[in-house]
């Protein structure tokens, strides 16, 4: 099975522990959320394209094909 609560309490100790086979890990949006209305509140700034970087778990070169 797969899973989509990566968190490290739950999915994440789940594919440790076998229970799962991989979790998706979803990278925080809250701080790049705030930063952005903080930004449009006090200047007004228009709020641009965010990127966040994501990494997989278990790393992708731990994974059979």
């Given at each position: 099975m797969i899973g989509c609560d990566?968190?490290?309490d739950e999915g994440q100790a789940m594919?440790?522990?076998g229970d799962l086979t991989a979790t998706v890990?979803?990278?925080p949006t809250t701080p790049a959320a705030l930063e952005t209305l903080e930004a449009w509140w006090e200047k007004g700034e228009r709020p641009?394209?965010?990127f966040v970087?994501?990494?997989s778990f278990p790393p992708m070169e731990t994974l059979k094909g």
């Open positions: 990566g968190l490290e594919v440790a522990r890990v979803l990278p641009e394209t965010i970087d994501v990494a």
